[in-house]
């Protein structure tokens, strides 16, 4: 896979699908912590991949490059795919399991479905206000995209959860998933800089998103642990980070810190685009051997 473009590699949605009813609460045994740190993702993810879509959406007849329209296509196929298989983590896995998380995601529902209306009126008040509130929300999803792009490359990298008994659906899940962040990974930073973005408000939606970032993976996994049917205790942030460090050092999460602050360097360079980070050809190898992938008979040949 030597000849795959990682400026323009080829996009196209897989309609995967995942059985959960083997999937336990805890999918990485033993750890409630870990699982909850990325199960934090399946609660933001669903309405905020369809976010991401209505971003794009709105940018779309702005543009007039015709290989950037082909990848917006494919980038808004994949999300859509993406926001249901989450879906299908929080109906088939936590809500089993009694952890209801509709007062964040249906807040989050509200927000989307309240944007276009807000997104029109702002639009036909003043035009030139309304495509900077949209480069912004750009950026800030290009910020985004850096992050996941990131977190599928040490999914597909990672080996300690598959020998530590880790559940091997969310596993192809979250693989699948990364590898094609990995594959989209340029396109919403393009689509942003063909609306005119700029460096001076790419770094400012990158500083709202970490601190969204880190907001959604501790409050996310503080309140996933607070309705673990099973945690006992009390789940203070002093147990939480104790035992995230653990967590950390067996290799079932990143150091969450590190990571956000760590990739600045690489994400705030001037010169910077997405292709030169991850690598097209691993994930395209992880997507040839996905179990969904390939029962939807949509893995590279």
Same mark, same amino acid.
């Given at each position: 896979? $030597?000849? +795959?473009?990682?400026?323009?590699?080829?996009?196209?949605?897989?309609?995967?699908?995942?059985?959960?009813?083997?999937?336990?609460?805890?999918?990485?045994?033993?750890?409630?912590?870990?699982?909850?740190?990325?199960?934090?993702?399946?609660?933001?993810?669903?309405?905020?991949?369809?976010?991401?879509?209505?971003?794009?959406?709105? =940018?779309?007849?702005?543009?007039?490059?015709?290989?950037?329209?082909?990848?917006?296509?494919?980038?808004?196929?994949?999300?859509?795919? /993406?926001?249901?298989?989450?879906?299908?983590?929080?109906?088939?896995?936590?809500?089993?399991?009694?952890?209801?998380?509709?007062?964040? $995601?249906?807040?989050?529902?509200?927000?989307?479905?309240?944007?276009?209306?807000?997104?029109?009126?702002?639009?036909?008040?003043?035009?030139?206000?309304?495509?900077?509130?949209?480069?912004?929300?750009?950026?800030?999803?290009?910020?985004?995209?850096?992050?996941?792009? +990131?977190?599928?490359?040490?999914?597909?990298?990672?080996?300690?959860?598959?020998?530590?008994?880790?559940?091997?659906?969310?596993?192809?899940?979250?693989?699948? /998933?990364?590898?094609?962040?990995?594959? /989209?990974?340029?396109?919403?930073?393009?689509?942003?800089?063909?609306?005119?973005?700029?460096?001076?408000?790419?770094?400012?939606?990158?500083?709202?998103?970490?601190?969204?970032?880190?907001? =959604?993976?501790?409050?996310?996994?503080?309140?996933?642990?607070?309705?673990?049917?099973?945690?006992?205790?009390?789940? $203070?942030?002093?147990?939480?980070?104790?035992?995230?460090?653990?967590?950390?050092?067996?290799?079932? +999460?990143?150091?969450?810190?590190?990571?956000?602050?760590?990739?600045?360097? +690489?994400?705030?360079?001037?010169?910077?685009?997405?292709?030169?980070?991850?690598? $097209?050809?691993?994930?395209?190898?992880?997507?040839?051997?996905?179990?969904?992938?390939?029962?939807?008979?949509? =893995?590279?040949?």
């Amino acid at each position: 896979m $030597t000849d +795959v473009d990682e400026r323009h590699p080829v996009i196209k949605p897989r309609r995967v699908s995942f059985d959960w009813s083997d999937t336990p609460l805890h999918w990485i045994p033993g750890d409630p912590v870990a699982t909850h740190i990325i199960n934090s993702f399946h609660i933001v993810l669903p309405e905020g991949e369809k976010w991401f879509i209505q971003c794009v959406k709105d =940018a779309r007849p702005h543009i007039s490059d015709e290989r950037l329209l082909a990848e917006i296509k494919g980038f808004i196929g994949q999300e859509m795919v /993406h926001a249901r298989s989450h879906q299908g983590v929080l109906d088939r896995v936590l809500a089993a399991n009694g952890i209801d998380v509709s007062p964040i $995601t249906e807040q989050a529902a509200r927000g989307n479905a309240e944007r276009p209306a807000r997104m029109a009126e702002l639009k036909k008040r003043s035009p030139r206000a309304w495509r900077r509130r949209l480069r912004f929300e750009l950026a800030a999803v290009a910020a985004i995209e850096h992050y996941t792009a +990131v977190l599928g490359q040490w999914i597909m990298d990672n080996r300690r959860l598959d020998a530590d008994g880790a559940d091997p659906t969310m596993l192809d899940l979250l693989r699948w /998933h990364g590898a094609e962040e990995v594959e /989209h990974r340029s396109v919403v930073f393009d689509v942003y800089r063909a609306m005119g973005g700029r460096y001076p408000m790419r770094v400012a939606a990158w500083a709202v998103s970490l601190l969204f970032l880190y907001w =959604a993976l501790i409050g996310g996994a503080l309140y996933l642990l607070r309705r673990d049917p099973t945690v006992r205790g009390p789940v $203070t942030l002093p147990r939480l980070y104790r035992a995230y460090r653990r967590s950390v050092r067996r290799g079932h +999460v990143p150091g969450i810190f590190r990571l956000l602050i760590g990739e600045a360097p +690489v994400y705030l360079r001037p010169s910077h685009h997405p292709s030169q980070i991850c690598s $097209t050809p691993r994930a395209l190898e992880y997507l040839k051997r996905s179990p969904a992938a390939q029962a939807a008979g949509q =893995a590279p040949s």
